[in-house]
């Protein structure tokens, strides 16, 4: 059974920190790339980092660059997301997502709140 949970979200105040966790289960991780989506209150989910397979590549949406930082480790089968300088505008729930190297598996998890106010 394929699982995704998300954890590590919250309330934080406008410039602190979290670090959000995807731990994955039922597929062959290190065969995923994985991604962290966000979709905010009355807008569309958008893709907000990626990460390859090896971790050898990361991309990041204009917003979040040098601020987010998407890593993974294959060993425990999981993806992170460091979050820092945060700002009310990252407010939203989290989502973590895997899509297998050859397009055929797209998985999704239950997602995570963020919520950055004062």
């Known amino acids: 059974q394929v699982q995704l949970v998300e954890s590590g979200g919250g309330l934080v105040q406008p410039g602190g920190s979290l670090r959000l966790s995807c731990a994955a289960s039922?597929?062959?991780?290190?065969?995923?790339?994985m991604s962290w989506y966000r979709q905010a209150p009355g807008k569309e989910r958008e893709l907000v980092a990626t990460?390859?397979?090896?971790?050898?590549?990361?991309t990041y949406e204009d917003s979040v660059k040098g601020r987010f930082t998407i890593s993974r480790d294959n060993t425990k089968n999981t993806v992170y997301l460091q979050m820092n300088s945060l700002n009310p505008e990252d407010t939203a729930v989290y989502y973590c997502?895997?899509?297998?190297?050859?397009?055929?598996?797209?998985?999704w998890g239950q997602g995570t709140q963020v919520t950055v106010s004062s």
């Open positions: 997502n895997a899509v297998s190297f050859n397009n055929l598996y797209n998985y």
């Open positions: 990460i390859t397979r090896l971790g050898h590549l990361t």
């Open positions: 039922g597929f062959t991780f290190s065969s995923y790339v």
